[in-house]
């Protein structure tokens, strides 16, 4: 402080004897000089503050300018010639370069979705739904086609499924609404709610909540070729192939019919088994079996009838037992 004090006097006497016209030393007037420039500085560098705070203020609406969506971007005049001419090969280029927005959309819907939707079908119709956005996409609201695409995007993808969707929509909404309600019901209780817990949660009379109900199981589609993996590391299997084939005979059903011809055999003598077995199991025509034992046709009839009328009395005498 001291030295600060010495020198604003010595600058202060020095700037005296120059007004006053006296000789000034040397040390008086080198320090003069320094403060001089030092004020000199300072007043330079709060010119410059002051031109830049001037220039950019009027960089600032220029700056704004560009941040108008495809305004002024790298992609402006390729809009601008592709919405002057509409020409199918600028449209081209600007779906190759929006193209991972479908992708994008497609894939976070499908994680909403069952497992039998395929996401390809997903990107399908988002491409139709990029195409009409690059066609209705209007360059001078100065909005982002990022922002505007992602909306018509999704609203084709969802029109898609809701064409193909075989359940109507108030049938769906229905089945919505009992999910939330049972699922808020599960976290309250702990446990899975009653029928009538059901119907005071959606506020509707029992009748209607189980008309709902029934409703509402038609919405449940399930894909045969979807793929059951168990953990296990082995190869996944699908649904169709753990479906029962309905036209197949059951096998405890072809095991009881052979016990059953056993024992209705048992009492025939070989050429009677042979015609048996032949007409009933292998199902070959009287006349077949006449040429397989070396008989004429009439005669295999007539010792299928023989056998009939024998095994009808033999099966009376079985039930006569079986009361007694």
């Given amino acids: 402080m001291p030295a600060i004090k010495a020198t604003s006097k010595t600058s202060a006497k020095a700037a005296t004897a120059t007004r006053t016209g006296k000789k000034v030393p040397a040390a008086r007037r080198q320090v003069t000089e320094a403060v001089k420039a030092t004020r000199a500085s300072k007043a330079g560098n709060t010119v410059k503050v002051e031109k830049k705070k001037v220039a950019s203020k009027k960089a600032a609406p220029a700056r704004r300018g560009k941040v108008r969506g495809e305004l002024n971007g790298p992609n402006e005049q390729l809009w601008k010639d592709y919405q002057k001419t509409g020409d199918p090969s600028l449209r081209n280029t600007l779906m190759e370069m929006y193209l991972p927005v479908v992708d994008f959309i497609a894939e976070r819907l499908l994680l909403t979705l069952p497992r039998s939707i395929d996401v390809d079908d997903l990107k399908s119709a988002g491409l139709f739904g990029l195409m009409d956005a690059i066609d209705g996409f209007e360059l001078a609201r100065g909005i982002k086609f990022k922002t505007y695409c992602s909306t018509r995007i999704r609203g084709a993808i969802l029109d898609e499924l809701r064409s193909q969707d075989w359940v109507p929509r108030l049938v769906r909404l229905r089945a919505h609404q009992i999910a939330r309600a049972q699922a808020a019901l599960e976290a309250r209780h702990g446990r899975a709610p009653t029928h009538a817990e059901m119907a005071r949660e959606m506020d509707v ?21 979807e793929t059951w993996d168990d953990g296990s590391g082995d190869q996944a299997a699908e649904k169709i192939d753990f479906l029962r084939d309905q036209g197949a005979p059951d096998p405890a059903d072809i095991l009881n019919q052979e016990d059953v011809m056993r024992a209705i055999i048992r009492s025939l003598n070989r050429r009677e088994k042979q015609i048996i077995l032949m007409y009933y199991r292998d199902g070959l025509t009287m006349k077949q079996i006449g040429e397989v034992l070396s008989l004429t046709e009439s005669r295999v009839c007539q010792i299928h009838s023989n056998v009939m009328k024998k095994l009808k009395v033999h099966l009376e005498v079985a039930h006569e037992r079986l009361l007694l």
């Fill in 205 to 225: 009379p029992m009748a209607d909540y189980l008309a709902m109900t029934e409703e509402a199981k038609a919405h449940t589609v399930r894909s045969l070729s």
